[in-house]
């Protein structure tokens, strides 16, 4: 099959040859129907298998669905298939084919390009997205209004909030916040009491970068880029409550967010602990080991190494549990649970304790999954940071040991644990066998982690592929003492599957189900270990030592030399001997929050672990009752702010409190919440975590923040790579805008594929819903011009339909679908040049305004309405008028189309053969032949075999 062939409504094929290798489409073997280019359209969502049909002389409207890896028979792009496992998009030149189909469609009416009628011109956007941005501003339109709930429903939805960089928006931004303002809109319409809130999460180590680069301070160039995002979602006309503003950087928001810290204190979650980090000089902070590659930054490739540091620790490893099963009966995308859940990393198992052969009272702790798999140990690896490494490496392998300690401690954990290749050396020490007491070498391999689990794992080679390959490439034991139920294994790779034990001793024969227990259960009778539950998650360390971050709001004694008077000292000067009492943490009363900023003019950071703010010695060193006391010098990560947002946004006035009762109650949780999949871990886990202690401490009534989420795919860049100054493939919003209009670009991005899907930008291929828009806003003229109230049965059944195909997509978040579904009944109307129903156009303006707002706007003002269409009733569609009472069949002779019959749907097979002999070529072909078979399957397909 070297070209697919797609069935229109008049029974024609159009062909569609492949491009050709300079990518240039093949022109279409017959003309199209304008049901085909319609169709075309419409599979800009998907190009995969085509369930129906779409055609303006037809009134069936297929759903195009795309679901698992991109598999088109029209277009394949396998490779970026294999980058983006989510739903594909079509390849470029086939989206520009369909588009270039449209844009040829929509010019042939008119000289204007748009509609019926001489009169007929462009929707001039220019003029009238201003005067509707500028009504929606003057009369507080979106802003969100008192609940009633005992009359309407509520919808918070809500946008992952942005950082505002200083580039701007680029043309992937707007996508998942026009989705969000479609749900807005249409809920609104539906009567419900909507939120729908917008904030900048402005503190963080890219902002201070920044500023650092400009020389300006970052209060100002944060302020500088909160501008411009402002004026660019404006720009768009996000439906957003204006008055809800906030800014992570806001006095008033810092001093929440340090509150918030302060509970976490009180309750023991806020500890400090002194942690092997990620340091990098040259940044002046801590890095996450997902920022930490081959042993540089990521930011600048800077030399990164490991040392232990004071830092502040939130003990979200508490709530492990909780945490999994709060994801229970969430509406998220299954990836980002399951990507949760694989962080939270619950592992049920034993602790096994070995003795350390010649040094009596201390042990070496492991966890384990498999504890009946202990009568094959053959070796215990350490990580190199275990405090016993020191103690029993032998004098003879000590240089060797210490040598490879020292190469472990400068490479992250992500890129010791991401390694393929397995290193270790031997301490020259043993471990004792907690059950038979035969000594275990002990080895130390970067591959374990000192900060996760116990630190020290037990090798058994023949059940574990990675201990397998250690083992081979060291010439270790192997130890078989798992056989599988049925057969031999292979001694040619480990066996990790379970069976029956062997060379177990007392378990020989068990299960591997019952050898866990009973194993476990000697352990503890031993007191050598026994059940127990571990997580892969870690506790959070929420230490940064840069300067732009919340102020952690803790402050430390100071302690003088004996003898000195602390009258008479001051450790703002220079060569003034003190000692901060780091021991002694002392939490920043309530009522003196928030703890802001100094002002600093050199806020670069330094080579002193202690950060910047160390050197404000007026602001860090301070008296009280006489005494001296010393603030805490590290500030908060930016996860910080973002962490609880979503509360602030329902009482942002509010002076005395975080959020009020009230508001929790109005209007949380969430419910619609969207965002990129790059915060599908760090930043929900740590959200949720914030919202479960406050719902502990009784602050919230919900037990979880986020109800329903949803990610929306990357744009790439016309490339089909991510955008980047770097590859110079961003484009800027503000160039479509002023060239198209906001309403072209926010149609585009919904029309160019599932809104979960990856998709390449191409700016010359926005045109084609441009020409959309002009029809419609043409079409929508004519009918206010002619005034025409009447409405055939054919306009009414397609209006019903449209009306419910939108409808339907939209609770479905299928935007692509719901705009084909407009496209097609626009084709219709303009068809009926000046006939067009005023009903029709008027439904038509409803539908169009959640996705082009001030198209629909403009359009709802034409046909006579002196109100905003904003809180106007959603269409209503009558599922009678939905249902076809006749359907449309082909006629094939011996396997080929033949014809094409129009019958009722519960006709039988007479009927349709009474038809089907109506028609000249099926005639034709069983003139002076047989009747052999006749397969005839309702509603589908009639088959004559004829001889």
Not at 814 to 834: D, P, W, Y
Request: with cysteine; net charge negative.
């Amino acid at each position: 099959r070297r070209a697919s062939s797609l069935p229109v409504a008049t029974g024609r094929l159009f062909l569609i040859a492949p491009p050709t290798k300079e990518g240039v489409l093949h022109p279409p073997i017959m003309r199209p129907t304008p049901g085909a280019l319609t169709l075309l359209a419409s599979t800009a969502a998907t190009m995969m298998a085509t369930t129906a049909l779409l055609s303006s002389t037809s009134s069936s409207f297929a759903v195009f669905r795309t679901v698992g890896a991109f598999t088109s028979p029209l277009v394949r792009r396998p490779a970026l298939a294999a980058r983006h496992r989510a739903v594909a998009a079509p390849s470029t030149s086939a989206f520009r084919f369909m588009m270039s189909a449209v844009d040829e469609q929509t010019s042939s009416s008119s000289p204007a390009a748009g509609g019926p009628g001489a009169g007929a011109g462009p929707y001039p956007f220019e003029s009238v997205e201003k005067k509707w941005q500028k009504y929606w501003d003057e009369n507080c339109t979106f802003k969100t209004p008192e609940r009633d709930a005992e009359n309407r429903e509520k919808r918070y939805v809500l946008d992952m909030f942005p950082y505002p960089s200083g580039a701007g928006l680029h043309v992937g931004h707007p996508e998942g916040y026009t989705a969000s303002d479609i749900m807005a809109r249409y809920w609104r319409m539906q009567g419900h009491d909507v939120l729908h809130p917008i904030g900048w999460d402005s503190f963080g180590l890219p902002a201070e970068q920044f500023a650092i680069n400009t020389g300006a301070p970052p209060a100002e160039t944060t302020a500088s880029n909160i501008a411009n995002f402002k004026r660019q979602l404006k720009m768009l006309g996000f439906s957003y409550d204006w008055d809800r503003e906030v800014a992570t950087t806001d006095v008033e928001y810092v001093k929440w967010t340090q509150w918030i810290f302060l509970q976490l204190y009180k309750a023991g979650l806020a500890t400090q602990s002194s942690v092997s980090v990620n340091w990098c000089p040259a940044l002046g902070t801590v890095l996450a080991n997902e920022e930490v590659i081959n042993g540089l930054s990521e930011r600048g490739d800077h030399p990164v190494t490991r040392l232990p540091l004071r830092q502040w620790v939130l003990k979200i490893t508490d709530y492990a549990d909780r945490l999994e099963a709060g994801l229970e009966g969430l509406d998220w995308p299954s990836g980002t649970l399951t990507a949760q859940k694989q962080w939270i990393g619950k592992s049920v198992g034993c602790n096994i304790d070995f003795d350390v052969d010649g040094l009596e009272g201390e042990k070496i702790s492991v966890f384990t999954t498999r504890a009946d798999t202990l009568m094959g140990v053959t070796y215990v690896t350490l990580a190199p940071e275990h405090p016993l490494v020191s103690s029993l490496t032998t004098p003879d392998q000590k240089e060797q040991v210490d040598q490879y300690v020292r190469e472990a401690s400068n490479r992250s954990d992500l890129d010791r644990t991401s390694s393929k290749e397995k290193t270790g050396v031997f301490t020259g020490g043993y471990a004792l066998h907690p059950i038979t007491g035969d000594k275990v070498p002990i080895w130390v391999g970067d591959y374990v982690l000192g900060s996760y689990g116990t630190g020290a794992v037990m090798a058994v080679p023949a059940h574990d592929e990675r201990d397998f390959e250690f083992a081979a490439k060291y010439d270790l034991d192997v130890k078989w003492v798992v056989k599988p139920k049925k057969g031999e294994a292979s001694a040619e790779e480990a066996y990790t599957a379970e069976g029956i034990a062997i060379n177990s001793g007392e378990f020989d024969g068990m299960t591997t189900t019952a050898c866990k227990k009973e194993v476990t259960k000697k352990l503890e009778e031993m007191d050598r270990g026994g059940a127990k539950v571990t997580y892969k998650l870690r506790d959070w360390v929420f230490s940064r030592q840069r300067y732009w971050g919340e102020p952690i709001p803790i402050y430390f004694p100071v302690t003088f030399p004996e003898g000195v008077d602390p009258a008479d000292a001051n450790p703002r000067e220079d060569g003034c001997d003190h000692t901060v009492d780091f021991d002694s943490p002392i939490p920043v009363d309530e009522a003196d929050l928030p703890l802001r900023l100094p002002e600093m003019d050199d806020f670069k950071p330094g080579d002193d672990p202690a950060g910047c703010l160390a050197r404000a010695r007026d602001w860090r060193y301070f008296q009280k009752d006489g005494k001296w006391f010393a603030r805490e010098t590290n500030t908060m990560p930016q996860w910080a702010g973002s962490c609880w947002y979503y509360f602030r946004f329902l009482d942002p006035k509010n002076s005395d409190m975080a959020f009020s009762p009230k508001v929790d109650e109005d209007y949380m949780p969430v419910d619609l919440y969207i965002g990129g999949a790059e915060h599908a871990v760090l930043h929900l886990l740590y959200a949720r975590f914030w919202h479960q202690v406050l719902f502990d401490l009784g602050f919230t009534k919900h037990p979880e923040p986020f109800q329903k989420l949803v990610h929306q795919g990357m744009i790439l860049g016309s490339d089909g790579e991510k955008m980047s100054k770097s590859r110079g493939n961003v484009v800027n919003p503000d160039d479509i805008v002023d060239s198209q209009g906001a309403d072209a670009l926010r149609l585009y991005e919904m029309f160019m594929g599932p809104l979960e899907a990856v998709k390449p930008w191409q700016t010359e291929q926005v045109s084609g819903v441009v020409r959309f828009q002009n029809k419609l806003y043409n079409v929508v003229k004519t009918a206010a011009e002619n005034k025409c109230e009447e409405m055939d049965e054919e306009t009414t059944k397609m209006l019903h339909k449209t009306m419910k195909k939108v409808s339907e997509d939209i609770d479905a978040m299928s935007f692509n679908t719901a705009i084909s579904a407009m496209m097609v009944f626009t084709n219709h109307l303009q068809s009926l040049k000046e006939k067009v129903p005023v009903e029709a156009a008027e439904k038509l303006a409803l539908m169009i305004s959640p996705f082009a707002p001030h198209l629909g706007e403009e359009c709802w003002s034409i046909l006579g309405h002196d109100e905003s269409l904003a809180y106007h009733p959603w269409v209503e569609f009558d599922e009678a008028l939905c249902v076809d009472n006749t359907v449309k069949m082909g006629v094939q002779v011996n396997g080929k189309v033949r014809g094409e019959i129009e019958i009722p749907k519960d006709a039988d097979q007479d009927l349709a053969m009474e038809e089907a002999r109506k028609q000249e070529k099926v005639s034709i072909q069983l003139e002076g032949k047989d009747i052999k078979k006749i397969i005839f399957v309702p509603g589908r397909i009639l088959n004559i075999v004829a001889k």
